[in-house]
């Protein structure tokens, strides 16, 4: 009997090229990979339907030429330093605005009664205004230039901020606030040990909302309103007929926000988290070991 169950356990287990792939598959870069492939053939499909469509092939051509500056036919050359450094500086400048003045609304809002009554429903219609608006409207205020996609980034972004930010501020627990101020803590003191370690995970929150709104609002504003950056030039291509320039220059700043999440903000939110990662680790571990005993 016990020489049949275990002929049937081997049975049972398939080959090891079958479990290495399953293995493969079910893991978290062969999922990420299986679905960038389904989405380079579903692209391909489009682009065998759809005349005007471009498939992979093309506009990752294109994006070789536009970044190693090569001919794309005639005179034109690939420009991508170019217009992406001076997109880039655009979105910081407004990105820093955004995340400062985004912090400080909210814990106005989030702290003091006053504030929220003041400007909680001026905030929500900030957070109802597209970004293709405001990339409308600041450029009829300011004209052509670098300034309307600075201001447009800003105005899309900061609101996302203060609304993470007022919400981890009504989080904090009242007694602690009603402590602090019976024992005469300071507010700089308050702001410091209590407020912004309170409010530090809605903060992050709050800055990838602003880096997602806030570059499509730069990239907005430039196709409206400048003559130069990223978003102008996917306008040149899509004027100029050139879909697939246009797709590529889509492409590419898809692909800058993702390495962005993944490259920068994820490793500085585990490195700021680290302390709750171990504590979530320890307590496990506790656990494991009192139901061990």
């Known amino acids: 009997m016990n020489k049949s169950s275990a002929l049937g356990r081997n049975l049972a287990l398939p080959p090891n090229g079958v479990g290495r792939l399953q293995k493969l598959f079910s893991s978290n870069w062969g999922a990420r990979l299986s679905a960038y492939i389904a989405f380079l053939i579903i692209w391909q499909l489009v682009a065998l339907i759809v005349p005007r469509a471009p498939g992979p092939v093309p506009v990752f051509t294109f994006i070789w030429i536009e970044i190693s500056g090569g001919s794309h036919g005639g005179v034109l050359r690939g420009q991508f330093l170019q217009h992406f450094i001076v997109t880039l500086q655009r979105f910081s400048l407004g990105l820093v605005m955004a995340v400062v003045s985004g912090a400080l609304l909210g814990i106005l809002i989030g702290s003091l009664p006053f504030f929220r009554a003041l400007l909680n429903d001026t905030l929500l219609v900030f957070l109802a205004l597209p970004a293709i608006i405001w990339a409308f409207l600041t450029t009829m205020w300011f004209g052509i230039g670098p300034r309307a996609p600075i201001v447009t980034t800003l105005l899309t972004a900061a609101p996302?901020?203060?609304?993470?930010?007022?919400?981890?501020?009504?989080?904090?627990?009242?007694?602690?606030?009603?402590?602090?101020?019976?024992f005469g803590v300071p507010l700089s003191k308050r702001l410091r040990h209590l407020i912004l370690p309170a409010v530090t995970g809605y903060l992050f929150a709050g800055i990838r909302f602003a880096i997602i709104i806030g570059w499509n609002g730069v990239l907005l504003s430039e196709w409206f309103g400048a003559a130069e950056g990223v978003g102008w030039r996917t306008r040149f291509w899509y004027d100029a007929n050139r879909y697939r320039g246009f797709v590529g220059w889509v492409v590419i700043f898809i692909i800058f926000i993702v390495l962005l999440d993944r490259l920068a903000l994820t490793p500085i939110q585990q490195y700021a988290f680290r302390w709750r990662d171990a504590q979530a680790q320890s307590s496990e571990t506790t656990k494991s070991s009192m139901a061990s005993s």
């Open 160 to 182: 996302f901020v203060a609304v993470n930010v007022a919400q981890g501020v009504r989080a904090i627990t009242p007694d602690l606030h009603r402590m602090s101020a019976a």
